[in-house]
T-cell receptor, first 109, second 112 residues
Framework: QKEVEQDPGPLSVPEGAIVSLNCTYSNSAFQYFMWYRQYSRKGPELLMYTYSSGNKEDGRFTAQVDKSSKYISLFIRDSQPSDSATYLC?????????FGTGTRLTIIP | DTGVSQDPRHKITKRGQNVTFRCDPISEHNRLYWYRQTLGQGPEFLTYFQNEAQLEKSRLLSDRFSAERPKGSFSTLEIQRTEQGDSAMYLCAIQSLAGELFFGEGSRLTVL
């Protein structure tokens, strides 16, 4: 079992819809949680960085962490075609980030 | 601009050749990381530096791989006697004071 599990998709939604992306993790030592966006043949771009359970909002993006169930989510409101990318969740213990496999998202105009 | 410059962006080489990738943080950062990403997977940790000291290495970093950060600024990752399984994106990242990791655009390696 991987330490961070993420549905690879692909996921297609119409423009303007709310997108929900999810990951589960198994390592209780994970303290920090991140979401990255990655366009094709580019490096991962940090979207959200959270520590505690609860919600963190930044513009159209909301990250949610539930440490009791080891579940992390990213919500994208008013999705745009430019949001089409692969979204990677990551969890951190010590110096190492452990990533999920990424979910490929397509926003259909 | 992620604050991390990587070179070359793409390298095509034949099996058995040596390749070297370079990572240049734009400003001073104590901690610098190398990750590897294969197609359809998330990045995997390879190694990290605190200034010029290499403090942790993954089991993925076989003895054909060597990383250096001689002056605590730029870093190099060398792969000797490349194999087809080395084909991947090699990503460099720096850590902010808040603990966030910012990645460069990566160096893509294709081994024929």
């Amino acid at each position: 079992q991987k330490e961070v599990e993420q549905d690879p998709g692909p996921l297609s939604v119409p423009e303007g819809a709310i997108v929900s992306l999810n990951c589960t993790y198994s390592n209780s030592a994970f303290q920090y949680f991140m979401w990255y966006r990655q366009y094709s043949r580019k490096g991962p771009e940090l979207l959200m960085y959270t520590y505690s359970s609860g919600n963190k909002e930044d513009g159209r993006f909301t990250a949610q962490v539930d440490k009791s169930s080891k579940y992390i989510s990213l919500f994208i409101r008013d999705s745009q075609p430019s949001d089409s990318a692969t979204y990677l969740c990551a969890s951190r213990s010590g110096e190492k980030l452990t990533f999920g496999t990424g979910t490929r998202l397509t926003i259909i105009p | 601009d992620t604050g991390v410059s990587q070179d070359p962006r793409h390298k095509i080489t034949k099996r058995g050749q040596n390749v070297t990738f370079r990572c240049d943080p734009i400003s001073e950062h104590n901690r610098l990381y190398w990750y590897r990403q294969t197609l359809g997977q998330g990045p995997e940790f390879l190694t990290y530096f605190q200034n010029e000291a290499q403090l942790e290495k993954s089991r993925l970093l076989s003895d054909r791989f060597s990383a250096e950060r001689p002056k605590g600024s730029f870093s190099t990752l060398e792969i000797q006697r490349t194999e087809q399984g080395d084909s991947a994106m090699y990503l460099c990242a720096i850590q902010s004071l808040a603990g966030e990791l910012f990645f460069g655009e990566g160096s893509r390696l294709t081994v024929l």
